[in-house]
């Protein structure tokens, strides 16, 4: 099965060469780029893609705001694709609220070819391009960003069974599917399951979303 991308960059050789790489692969088929957010989200509308590849700064529309219009969109729209966003910085001020805003991820422009063309099938995959020390870091910006205080957890989190509620929090500390298998002292299959009922009874699209979803509920609280 190929993969449709368009690649939303204000950058023109950034969109060539990405555009190139990508084409060059048998299941990934480029179907468009846009020079910023407005045009991207017109281009999307249009052409359908599985994944968009998002720069955070552009003119005229963010990255952000473009991220926002093709994850939420208005009604009597149902396309939404997966977006990828593209940074400059490994923890750029818009990635948390890109995540927030339902994005399945983010990657560095200046990651190795390998990193980019992978990164676009995990997302296409349905999975999220979140490694744990990624993780990490978006907690860190996320508790300096907001002071630490207890919220009454959100009333979704009663779905979760006490061991799915476990395996959300380790999630949401940043931990990999292994590393919370041993931890649980489960195999990491059942690990991988338990994370996939989370996301369906949570109705979140990713891990990504996960690992905002227990910060904001009050699951898990930064610093502790």
């Given amino acids: 099965m190929t993969t449709r991308v368009i690649i939303v960059d204000d950058q023109a050789m950034v969109r060539a060469g990405f555009a190139a790489l990508l084409a060059a692969q048998s299941d990934i088929d480029v179907v468009g780029e846009a020079p910023d957010g407005a045009q991207g989200v017109e281009l999307s509308r249009r052409t359908r893609p599985d994944v968009v590849l998002m720069d955070v700064r552009m003119p005229e529309m963010d990255g952000l705001e473009a991220a926002r219009r093709l994850l939420d969109p208005p009604k009597g729209v ?24 339902g994005a399945s991820g983010f990657l560095l422009k200046d990651a190795p070819p390998a990193d980019l063309i992978a990164a676009v099938r995990v997302v296409a995959s349905g999975d999220a391009l979140l490694a744990p020390s990624v993780t990490r870091r ?24 006490e061991r799915e509620t476990e395996v959300l929090t380790l999630v949401a500390r940043g ?18 399951t338990h994370v996939s009922r989370v996301l369906t009874k949570l109705d979140l699209r990713d891990r990504a979303q996960a690992v905002v979803f227990a910060y904001e509920s009050g699951l898990v609280v930064p610093g502790e």
């Fill in 78 to 101: 149902t396309h939404r694709p997966r977006v990828l966003m593209l940074t400059t910085f490994d923890v750029d001020d818009y990635v948390y609220e890109a995540l927030r805003a």
């Fill in 175 to 192: 931990r990999s599917n292994t590393e919370i298998a041993a931890l649980l002292v489960l195999a990491e299959q059942t690990v991988k």
């Fill in 138 to 161: 978006l907690i860190a910006d996320f508790a300096a960003q907001r002071p630490a205080a207890r919220r009454k957890p959100a009333l979704r989190l009663k779905a979760l069974t």
